[in-house]
């Protein structure tokens, strides 16, 4: 559920129209909902509770210090993978100490910054990873809190470049060779604190199922480094997935109750709860589509309209530098026209100003026939949408807004071309 709605032909967040909002900042300009982004989180807070679970938000999915800001609030920890995104969190107001950080390389200067801020603990991606971990703890005169992030080699079922837990990724250690691992480090890597066990199979999980089949694969590990090991912890990872194609429709109740098969955050709880609880072991789950995605939307106003010989382009003033889902994972995110169409829809490629022909957001796209002029809303982009922006073709960043009730705040302004190119220097 989130907070966007048509209400008298106006599209709007929460109380506010959108219309109202590029008016006045312009476009493209992200647009996030408070409401949306606090009900996601306390309704998994709520869900978990049987298991007294530990929301760590992923950080990478939508950095901005507000919306940080808005998590820490909520007693929300966070999962990090980078001393930029620790420090982001600290200067938002964060507490490093529920912070926890992944990523499979990891620097000297960002291992020591998060050891010195107190980091809850380490999710290593390696033996090599552990040994330097091990080695800074040493000169630090420290014992660095670690857990390592099992692969458990389980199918998640969505994009080929968001699949994390198979064999063929990057990511963790393989579930074979986990239990030495946990034996070499106790053997052998005196400064570090074994503090838990992590897992992260991929993410835009539509299906609760591979989320069990790892829960399942991991869980006798788990126990037996409870044993061994005295681990505090298991974090079992983000993934749950949002819904795209639809989401306009699924800010509305009856939509849930017509689509029982979509996941949501009652059927991940209800099926994974039962598997986790026996284990004894404080539970972390590392979210961020799922608490951001839908809660976002990116205003944009289309510029031209062409028709070529195959297609008709609908040209916006939003490029793959805005957000790349769709070139990058064909990704699909819905566009609606802020001012509401009764019928009139056509077939077209709405594409940005980029040049590169990957530059769309939709293909081959029923939508209303919009004319140049008129404002458009990308919907769901909320996570992976401003944080993966570039200022590609020298586009400057877009400006994000949050709105709450019927106010709303500008919580990053454009870009300014000054801004864009602070930093470049000519040589001496
Ligand atoms: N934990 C770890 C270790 C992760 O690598 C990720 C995401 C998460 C948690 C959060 O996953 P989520 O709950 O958001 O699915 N840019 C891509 C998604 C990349 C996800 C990377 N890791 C996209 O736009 O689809």
Known sequence: ???????????????????????????????????????DVAE??????????????????????????????????????????????????????????????????????????????????????????NRIAGEMGIKAPVAVRVNPHVDAHTHKYIT??????????????IEELYATIAAEMPNLHIKGLQMHIGSQLTEVEPFVKAIQKVSPIAAKFKELYHIEFWSIGGGIGIVYDGCLASGQPEWWAARPEQITIRSYAEAIIPLLKPLGLKILIEPGRRIVGNAAVLLTRCVYEKKGEAKTFKMIDAGMNDIIRPALYEGYHEIWPVAEHKGDTITADI????????????????????????????????????????????????????????KWHIIRHRQTLEQMVQGECLPE
């Open 164 to 177: 994390t837990g198979t064999n063929e990724n990057k990511f963790g250690v393989d579930i074979t060779r």
């Open 44 to 133: 998994l807070q709520e869900a978990l509770a049987p298991l007294g679970a530990h929301v760590a938000y992923a950080v990478k999915a939508c950095s901005n210090k507000a919306i940080l800001n808005m998590m820490a609030k909520m007693g929300v920890g966070f999962d990090i993978v980078s001393g930029g995104e620790l420090w982001r969190v600290i200067n938002a107001g964060g507490n490093p100490t529920l912070c926890t950080y992944a990523g499979v390389a990891k620097t000297e200067p960002e291992i020591r910054y998060a050891l010195e801020h107190g980091i809850y603990c380490i999710n290593c991606e390696s033996e090599n990873e552990l040994r330097e971990i």
């Open 351 to 406: 594409v940005g100003p980029i040049c590169e022909s990957g530059d769309f957001q939709a293909q081959n796209r029923e939508i209303a026939d919009v004319k140049p002029g008129e404002l458009l809303a990308e919907m769901s982009a909320g996570a992976y949408g401003f944080s993966m922006a570039s200022t590609y073709n020298s586009r400057p960043l877009a400006a994000e807004v949050l709105v709450d009730g019927d």
């Open 1 to 39: 559920m989130h907070a966007f709605a048509y209400k008298d032909g106006a599209l709007c967040c929460e109380g506010v129209k959108l219309a109202n909002i590029a008016e006045a900042v312009g476009t493209p300009t992200f647009v996030y909902s408070k409401k949306t982004i606090l009900d």
